[in-house]
């Protein structure tokens, strides 16, 4: 039997060491997260199966990395200063804090208290800048970065010779002060964004807007290997768009507490580049050399999160079964089915035993040929069996086996994680065979 479970998927994710609580060892930090050695390989997959997918493989969009703190001017301009608030009740008996529109109903949920009249809370963090602590030296660390890229869109278009329609993407961390992070690491106060602005000549935004959410379905689907089932495309309903917006749709995954935002794609018209015109007094204008028209480009923004991704891709690969899969164990098992493409690791090397030193030698030089292909784990504690469901659990797709015919016949046992199938090849074939598949 199988069956999927929060609680279970948290306490795995610790136990096997991909997320730890920040600061753990102090008591932890409300709404930070520490990513341990799978998590970072699983993450890391992960943004480079994004990056790859989306600007790699196309020839007109442009990688970036820009700086998290910028001059507050771009917040002024983007309206974040202003208008990037939630509207926050507080208890007027325990005189905790809560986000209006997260609540059932007009009581504390805490103490059951009256509560005040909500007011809005500005979700960004702020810093200051040099020395001196005062109004003139206030910066914020960025709440998205989208903006990176829209101050920088000049930039790029000047020094990559471009022409529309492109795109700029970029990968790195927001910081926002959530008034109520949880469901574990789906709402943080710091995380992390893949984000990619497409700029297309205005009328043409309905269609590119129907291409990116075609391509971004595709890419978790296909690529990511996430359940067609799990995923769905819901379109904001006209009081939920921002002012400008033209159109906005969420991609939602079905976590096991509901359905809920992975990513947005808006189509976001020249509302951004022509705030930053007005407020910096540079020209951002587009001109159109066949033409000869002059415009401010249209844009579609995909906009998503890597650690709602990551924990919708360990919520869908998970297994828990029940008395195991294998006769000789009546254990729970559990069994990760990532994609081989963002596993964390690739291929186990264990030998069967680890006592007999032709064995493990033998194991070791496998070991070695492979890891600079493949991200692999030497592992020779414990029976086979166990050492099996051990890479079961964090969802290697394949395990080699080195026995006492190795030493003799140069070949091993290559298991796959999924249907448990083993077949005998050659070591000289392992590289190959296990690229093919
Ligand atoms: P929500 O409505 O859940 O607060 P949002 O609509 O404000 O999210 P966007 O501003 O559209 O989110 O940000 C784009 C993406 O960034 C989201 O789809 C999500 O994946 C991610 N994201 C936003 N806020 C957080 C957060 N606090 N923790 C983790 N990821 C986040």
């Known amino acids: 039997m199988e069956n999927n479970n929060f609680d279970k998927i948290i306490s795995f994710t610790k136990r096997r060491g991909f997320v730890f609580q920040s600061s753990d060892i102090y008591g932890g930090i409300g709404g930070f997260y520490d990513f341990g050695p799978l998590g970072v390989e699983l993450r890391n997959n992960i943004k480079n199966s994004w990056w790859n997918y989306m600007v790699q493989k196309r020839e007109n969009i442009f990688g970036l990395d820009s700086s998290i703190i910028m001059n507050p001017n771009v917040w002024r301009a983007s309206g974040h200063i202003e208008t990037f608030s939630d509207p926050l009740s ?32 500005n979700l960004m963090f702020k810093t200051f800048i040099g020395p001196v602590e005062d109004d003139t030296s206030i910066a914020y660390l960025r709440p998205e970065t989208a903006q990176g890229i829209f101050v920088n869109y000049k930039n790029i278009l000047n020094t990559q010779r471009t022409k529309i329609p492109f795109g700029i993407a970029q990968i790195g961390k927001a910081f926002r002060n959530e008034i109520t992070p949880g469901n574990f690491i789906f709402r943080m106060r710091e995380f992390e964004q893949m984000e990619m602005e497409y700029f297309v000549k205005p009328g043409k935004e309905d269609e590119a807007f129907k291409y990116w959410i075609e391509q971004r379905v595709n890419w978790y689907t296909n690529v990511l290997g996430i359940k067609k089932e799990n995923l769905r495309v819901r379109e904001q309903e006209k009081d939920e ?192 065979i296990i690229n093919e598949n």
């Not at 609540?103 to 059951?112: A, D, F, I, Q, R």
């Not at 006769?327 to 690791?345: D, G, W």
């Open 90 to 121: 507080e208890c007027k008996k325990c005189h905790k804090r809560f986000r209006t529109d997260h609540l059932k109903e007009n009581k504390c949920p805490e103490c059951n208290g009256d509560l005040m009249e909500p007011r809005n809370f």
């Open 241 to 432: 768009l921002a002012h400008y917006a033209k159109g906005c749709v969420d991609i939602e995954y079905n976590f096991p507490v509901g359905w809920l935002e992975i990513e947005g794609i808006a189509s976001r018209g020249d509302f951004d580049l022509s705030q930053h015109q007005k407020f910096s007094g540079e020209d951002l204008n587009y001109f159109d050399i066949e033409t000869k028209e002059k415009y401010l480009p249209s844009v579609i923004e995909p906009s998503c999160g890597l650690d709602r991704i990551f924990l919708a891709v360990l919520c869908d690969a998970f297994n828990e079964i029940e008395g195991g899969r294998t006769q000789e164990s009546e254990e729970k098992e559990f069994l990760l089915k990532l994609k081989s493409n963002i596993a964390p690791v690739k291929v186990a090397v264990l030998p069967l035993v680890k006592n007999k030193e032709e064995i493990t030698t033998k194991a070791k030089e496998v070991y070695n040929m492979l890891k600079d292909n493949f991200s692999c784990q030497y592992d020779e504690t414990g029976a086979i069996g166990r050492r099996y469901r051990r890479q079961d659990e964090i969802g290697t797709p394949w395990a080699v086996t080195i026995d006492f015919e190795s030493i003799v016949n140069n070949d091993v046992t290559l298991r796959n994680r999924d249907t448990m199938e083993q077949q005998r090849v050659k070591i000289s074939d392992l590289i190959s």
